[in-house]
T-cell receptor, first 118, second 112 residues
Framework: GAVVSQHPSRVICKSGTSVKIECRSLDFQATTMFWYRQFPKQSLMLMATSNEGSKATYEQGVEKDKFLINHASLTLSTLTVTSAHPEDSSFYIC??????????????FGNGTRLTVT | KNEVEQSPQNLTAQEGEFITINCSYSVGISALHWLQQHPGGGIVSLFMLSSGKKKHGRLIATINIQEKHSSLHITASHPRDSAVYICAAHGPGRGGADGLTFGKGTHLIIQP
């Protein structure tokens, strides 16, 4: 079945550094990918929609200059957390919908990235 | 107020028990997803349904459109079923660009 691969699964970085997270669709082309953040015991919160070949669309309250999204190909989207701070520590997860299976087809999720900023 | 409410928030049961997790939503939907989030964080889509009932192995999902309610059942539960189960309502105008509104999840622990 369709698989979305996310890397790295876990990263620890120092405050002020930048971290890049990759999300790949392995057996389908994804013109749109979604990035979520999840705090402990909370719902998934949509951060932004990554659009292949165009600018990402950010949800209200998400700083686009802090969370840089690049979707340079139909199978890869990256999220870069710039100048990370301890409050950015969270679980980040991406998803994609196989466009060949309809508008309301299941979302395929990556395994997530647990970011810890020290 | 979250438009998608799940219950219970936490559930601990013994191996072999029949498990029911409930999800209620406040406005109309096009479809409802049930997701399973493993302890490591990875998420698997279990079901997407817009009416009736779906079954996959020991998992059964039902939805009642009139009552705006869905249930996820696990028969003959096993410790490997321990995970967080999340329902997400899907439809135009919902949530963000993904069209989803997520519940907070039900943390299920199956003890041997």
């Amino acid at each position: 079945g369709a698989v979305v691969s996310q890397h790295p699964s876990r990263v620890i970085c120092k405050s002020g550094t930048s971290v890049k997270i990759e999300c790949r669709s392995l057996d389908f082309q994804a013109t749109t990918m979604f990035w979520y953040r999840q705090f402990p015991k909370q719902s998934l919160m949509l951060m932004a929609t990554s659009n292949e070949g165009s600018k990402a669309t950010y949800e209200q309250g998400v700083e686009k200059d802090k969370f840089l999204i690049n979707h340079a190909s139909l199978t890869l989207s990256t999220l870069t957390v710039t100048s990370a701070h301890p409050e950015d520590s969270s679980f980040y997860i991406c998803s994609a919908r196989d466009p060949g299976t309809g508008a309301y087809s299941p979302l395929h999720f990556g395994n997530g990235t647990r970011l810890t900023v020290t | 107020k979250n438009e998608v409410e799940q219950s219970p928030q936490n559930l601990t049961a013994q191996e072999g028990e029949f498990i029911t997790i409930n999800c209620s939503y406040s406005v109309g939907i096009s479809a409802l997803h049930w997701l399973q989030q493993h302890p490591g964080g990875g998420i698997v889509s279990l079901f997407m349904l817009s009416s009736g009932k779906k079954k996959h192995g020991r998992l059964i999902a039902t939805i009642n459109i009139q009552e705006k309610h869905s249930s996820l059942h696990i028969t003959a539960s096993h410790p490997r079923d321990s995970a967080v189960y999340i329902c997400a309502a899907h439809g135009p105008g919902r949530g963000g660009a993904d069209g989803l509104t997520f519940g907070k999840g039900t943390h299920l622990i199956i003890q041997p």
